[in-house]
C-alpha cells in the first residue's frame, strides 16, 4: 500500500523560493571560500602551495561522492530531512574550520563542506515537489541561476570580510552564520512531507560511483603537482575509468540502481549532461582567469590592474554577479516564453561574444567588466536551461538523482577548466622564469597568451555546451526511461511543452 503524504499545509511559493535560493547561496559560498585565501592560508599556517591545494580538492572529491547519494535519497526519502541533514555536515565543516588552525583539520572541514555540493539536486526536487506547474519553470531558473552567481557573490563576501592581512577564519565564521540562517530558513519554509515513492539506495552502487569519480577527479587536481604523465596520474585516470565501467555493468544488474542505466544512454539526459560539463567549465574561466588576471602586476606582466582581492571581488566580480541575478529572474519567463533551445542558443552567442572580447580587448577595466557581465549572463543562462530540459525527460522521482548527475558533470568541467588554467600558467612561468632575471617582489608573472588561451578555451565550451543541447532536443522519440517513453522534442520547453510539463510534474 503506497504511503500516504503528511497532511502539510501549502507552502508559500515566494518563500519557498527564496529560501531554497539562499540555501544555494550559501552552498555557492561555501564552494568558493577557499579559492581566493588560499595564499593567505598558506601564509597563516606555514604551508606550501600543494599542500593548501589539498583543500579544494577535499571539497570537489567529497562533493564527488556525496551528491548522488543525497540526490537519490531526496528521491525515495523526507526531502527536507536530506536538505537539513546535508546543511548540518555542511555547518559541523564550517565551525570546524573556523576554529582549527591545523592544515589536516582544515581538510577535513573542507570534506565536511564539500557535502554542500548536494543541496541543489535536493532544492531542485523540493520546488518539483511543492510547487505547482505554473511556476516550476521560473523557480528552477531562479535556484538555476543562484547556482552560477553565487561563486561570484562568495567571492566578493570573503574579499569584503577577510582583508589581505586578517585572519581567514573570519571567512569560516561568516559561512558558519549563513549556513545556520539557511537550516532556520528550511525549518520555517519547507513542508516535513513523507515522500510517497518507496525504495532503497543503492548503497554499493553509490561506493563504485564515489570511489571511480574521486580516481577520476584526483589527477585532474593534482596531475599538475603529480606530473601529467606519473604513473601516479595515468594510474589513478585509468583505475577510475575501470571503476566506472564497473559500476555501470552492476547498476544495469540491480532492481533499484542508483542511477538506472537508461538515464545514461538515453540522448536528451546524456546531452545534456555534456552540456552541463562544459557550462561548468566555462563558469570556471569566467571567474578564476579573470581573477588572477586583473591581480596581475602590470609592471612585472605587462598586463593587468594590480588588483587586491578586495577590489577584484566588488569592482570586477560583482557586477557579473549582479547581471547573473537579473537573468536568473528572468530565466523561467525566457524558457516559458521561446523555449530552452532559443535560450541555450542565446546564452552561447553571449558566452562567444563575452570570451572573444576578453581574449582580444582587455587593456582597461571597463572592457574587462563588460565581457565578465556578457559571460555571466552565458552561465546563468545555460545553469537554468539544464534543469528545465531534465524534468522535461524524466519522471519526478528521478529528479533529485538527475540533477546530481547533472552537477556532477559541472564539476568535471570545473575541475577539468583548472587542471588546463594552472598547468598553462605553471608551464609559462617556468618559460619566462628561465628566459628572465626574477622580478623583485617573487617569479616571473605568467604570459598574457594563457589567459588568451583560457578565454578562448571559454568561447569554445558555450559553442559546445549550446550544440549539445541542440543534439539532445533533436526531434525524435528516445529510448524509455523508468518504463516511460520518452520524446526528446519535448525537452525544447515550448510553450505547447509546458503543458506537458505542468501534468508531468504533478503526477
Not at 285 to 301: E, G, L, W
Not at 304 to 315: I, Q, V
Not at 464 to 473: E, L, R
Amino acid at each position: 500500500m503506497p504511503l500516504r503524504p503528511i497532511p502539510t499545509a501549502t507552502p508559500s511559493v515566494p518563500l519557498l523560493t527564496g529560501v531554497l535560493c539562499f540555501v544555494i547561496l550559501v552552498v555557492s559560498t561555501q564552494q568558493t571560500v577557499v579559492l581566493p585565501l588560499t595564499s593567505i592560508i598558506g601564509r597563516q599556517l606555514d604551508a606550501d602551495a600543494t599542500a593548501v591545494g589539498w583543500t579544494l580538492t577535499a571539497g570537489f572529491l567529497s562533493a564527488a561522492v556525496a551528491t548522488p547519494v543525497a540526490g537519490r535519497t531526496a528521491d525515495l526519502r523526507r526531502k527536507r530531512s536530506v536538505l537539513l541533514a546535508v546543511l548540518s555536515i555542511v555547518l559541523a565543516g564550517s565551525l570546524l574550520a573556523a576554529l582549527t588552525e591545523s592544515l589536516p583539520l582544515l581538510v577535513v572541514a573542507r570534506v565536511l563542506q564539500g557535502v554542500s555540493f548536494a543541496a541543489f539536486p535536493v532544492c531542485l526536487a523540493i520546488l518539483r515537489a511543492e510547487l505547482p506547474a505554473a511556476r516550476l519553470t521560473s523557480a528552477m531558473g531562479l535556484l538555476s541561476g543562484t547556482l552560477g552567481f553565487g561563486g561570484a557573490v562568495g567571492m566578493v563576501l570573503i574579499g569584503l570580510v577577510v582583508p589581505p592581512d586578517a585572519d581567514y577564519r573570519r571567512a569560516f565564521w561568516l559561512a558558519t552564520g549563513l549556513t545556520v540562517v539557511a537550516i532556520a530558513g528550511v525549518v520555517v519554509a519547507v513542508p516535513a512531507r513523507a515522500n510517497p515513492v518507496r525504495g532503497r539506495v543503492d548503497w554499493t552502487g553509490a561506493v563504485l560511483l564515489g570511489a571511480g569519480l574521486v580516481l577520476i577527479l584526483l589527477p585532474l587536481s593534482e596531475g599538475g603537482g603529480w606530473g601529467w604523465f606519473s604513473p601516479a596520474t595515468l594510474g589513478s585516470a585509468a583505475a577510475g575509468v575501470v571503476v566506472l565501467a564497473g559500476w555501470f555493468v552492476f547498476e544495469r544488474r540491480v532492481d533499484q540502481p542508483l542511477v538506472p542505466s537508461s538515464m545514461l544512454t538515453h540522448r536528451p539526459v546524456v546531452c545534456t549532461h555534456a552540456a552541463g560539463v562544459f557550462i561548468g567549465a566555462g563558469m570556471f574561466v569566467n571567474i578564476t582567469a579573470v581573477t588572477y588576471f586583473v591581480q596581475t602586476d602590470r609592471a612585472a606582466a605587462g598586463y593587468g590592474f594590480d588588483a587586491t582581492p578586495m577590489h577584484t571581488g566588488l569592482l570586477y566580480i560583482l557586477p557579473g554577479a549582479s547581471v547573473g541575478v537579473v537573468v536568473s529572474m528572468c530565466s523561467g519567463v525566457l524558457i516559458h516564453r521561446f523555449g530552452a533551445r532559443a535560450v541555450m542558443s542565446g546564452a552561447g552567442v553571449l558566452g562567444v561574444v563575452g570570451f572573444c572580447t576578453l581574449m582580444f580587448v582587455h587593456d582597461t577595466t571597463w572592457q574587462v567588466i563588460a565581457a565578465s557581465m556578457v559571460t555571466s549572463a552565458f552561465t546563468n543562462l545555460g545553469y537554468a536551461v539544464m534543469p528545465a530540459l531534465l524534468v522535461a525527460e524524466v519522471g519526478p522521482d528521478l529528479t533529485g538523482v538527475a540533477n546530481s548527475v547533472n552537477s556532477i558533470a559541472r564539476t568535471v568541467g570545473s575541475s577539468v577548466a583548472s587542471a588546463l588554467l594552472a598547468t598553462m600558467l605553471a608551464a609559462s612561468v617556468a618559460s619566462r622564469a628561465s628566459g628572465t632575471s626574477p622580478t623583485a617582489g617573487g617569479p616571473a608573472p605568467a604570459g598574457v597568451w594563457v589567459y588568451t588561451a583560457a578565454f578562448g578555451f571559454g568561447a569554445v565550451c558555450a559553442v559546445v555546451a549550446t550544440v549539445c543541447v541542440f543534439v539532445g532536443t533533436a526531434r525524435r522519440h528516445g529510448p524509455e526511461i523508468d518504463g516511460r517513453p520518452q520524446s526528446a522534442s519535448r525537452a525544447s520547453m515550448s510553450r505547447a511543452d509546458s503543458a506537458v510539463l505542468g501534468s508531468h510534474s504533478t503526477s
